[in-house]
């Protein structure tokens, strides 16, 4: 039985993360994609120029027309702009008692730009977060959650418990693209016992862009899959290097991570 995963997330036009990232990834692990969009940004390999959000009913509609007809397997949540659209969202996941989610609390770039206005933290935290399985912040979304600064595997582990703690998530991985020298691609794993480190080869690349929704969505495609939340986080962070590996130079910035590998050997 073909299994079906749900992307909330928001559009990049330059193709390379968001709902586009998203689709990409789950057709790779061969699971039907569908999708509600949030919010249409005009983004290249350089950063996001302009932001705008999808109505808040458009968005209810497009899951309520989702949830009617196909039964979802997971579901992953990306950039979602602002507290409204939070809020909305949070409160169809709860209804629909949707267990098997990945929260990626889109909220920076690794370009630094700011892809979550102020007040809608405070939603992510309270109403979102609570219901994730996973909650996969990178480098700059983990300070900002546990607001602490972040440097080094240690930091990275007391956000995780920071995290898991105040915000209630089941599991936080902490991602370490953001990370410098030896700590860059080493995520940290907290499941409120154990820490676990996982270790991908470090890609020597400028082209990272898609990165971050890329891991949420295999994780969320692997879940879909079956899979059990440890061993989806695992194959996902091995889809993520291999991506990285394909990388594509396009653009003057920050290429996208590339999905093609199945075709090239
Ligand atoms: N240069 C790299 N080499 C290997 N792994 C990387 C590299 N950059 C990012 N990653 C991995 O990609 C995933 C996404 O992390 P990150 O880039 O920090 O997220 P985001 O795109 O949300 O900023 C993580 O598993 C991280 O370890
Ligand atoms: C529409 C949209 N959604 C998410 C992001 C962030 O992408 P991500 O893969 O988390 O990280 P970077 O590529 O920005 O490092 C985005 N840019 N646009």
């Given amino acids: 039985m073909t299994k079906v995963a749900l992307t909330i997330a928001g559009s ?3 193709g390379g993360a968001g709902i586009q990232a998203d689709l990409r990834t789950f057709a790779f692990h061969c699971v039907h994609g569908v999708s509600a969009l949030t919010c249409v940004t005009a983004q290249n390999t350089l950063g996001v120029s302009a932001v705008e959000a999808i109505s808040v009913a458009m968005v209810i509609k497009q899951i309520e027309a989702i949830l009617q007809d196909f039964e979802i397997n997971a579901v992953k949540t990306g950039m ?6 939070i809020e909305a969202v949070a409160q169809q ?7 098997q989610l990945v929260v990626d609390p ?4 690794r370009t630094g730009a700011k892809l979550l206005n102020q007040q809608a933290i405070d ?10 399985l996973i909650v996969t912040p990178n ?15 240690e930091d990275m582990k007391q956000a995780a418990n920071k995290i898991y703690h105040n915000l209630r998530a089941k599991v ?12 860059k691609g080493v995520d940290v794993w907290f499941d409120g016992n154990e820490y676990e480190l996982l270790r991908g080869t470090i890609v020597d690349t400028k082209n990272t862009h898609g990165t971050g929704c890329t891991l949420s969505a295999a994780i969320a495609a692997n879940l879909a899959l079956e899979k059990d939340l440890y061993s989806a986080v695992q194959a996902a962070k091995n889809y993520v290097t291999t991506a990285l590996q394909h990388s594509l130079n396009l ?10 590998f199945p075709l090239l050997s």
């Fill in 106 to 109: 889109v909220m920076v770039s």
């Fill in 12 to 14: 990049d036009s330059g």
């Fill in 139 to 153: 480098r700059y979304e983990a300070q900002l959650l546990s607001e602490m600064e972040i440097n080094t595997i």
């Fill in 123 to 132: 939603s992510l935290k309270q109403l979102l977060i609570p219901q994730a």
């Fill in 172 to 183: 936080v991985l902490v991602k370490g693209g953001g990370m410098s020298g030896s700590l």
């Fill in 80 to 85: 979602l702009l602002n507290g409204t659209i």
């Fill in 93 to 99: 996941l709860k209804q629909r008692h949707l267990s």
């Fill in 251 to 260: 653009g003057a910035g920050n290429g996208p991570v590339g999905h093609f």
